[in-house]
């Protein structure tokens, strides 16, 4: 089992940056792929961005080119580097782990998630 810990989030204007941190305890980190989801008022828990063991990525396309999904195994760390924010990336972004797939883009893929952080885009 994991525990994940969700931090970095915040109010910034369009066009800001934010980096999303996600600390782990518990099992050995490096065997999770860990991902990124972002869940807006009113609206279904979306994905964002996904990281292998390996250190392989996979984006959503409306983030692809602004995000970026980083992993620091001796830290038991993964990050969500995002640029160029816009009012509709705006939600509680979580962060999860599973260790059954490379790479995961379905919610229900994953087995370990964080309390999640607010990141509120203003325009």
């Known amino acids: 089992q994991v525990q994940l810990v969700e931090s970095g989030g915040g109010l910034v204007q369009a066009g800001g940056s934010l980096r999303l941190s996600c600390a782990a305890s518990g099992r050995a980190f490096s065997i999770y792929a860990m991902g990124w989801f972002c869940q807006a008022p009113g609206k279904e828990r979306e994905f964002a961005a996904a990281?292998?063991?390996?250190?392989?990525?996979y984006y959503a396309d409306s983030v692809k080119g602004r995000f970026t999904i980083s992993r620091d195994n001796a830290k038991n760390t993964v990050y969500l580097q995002m640029i160029n924010l816009k009012p509709d990336d705006t939600g509680v972004y979580y962060c999860?782990?599973?260790?059954?797939?490379?790479?995961?883009?379905?919610?229900?893929?994953?087995?370990?998630w964080g309390e999640g952080t607010q990141v509120t885009v203003s325009s």
């Open positions: 990281i292998a063991r390996s250190g392989g990525t």
């Open positions: 999860a782990a599973q260790y059954r797939k490379n790479i995961a883009t379905r919610w229900d893929e994953y087995d370990y």
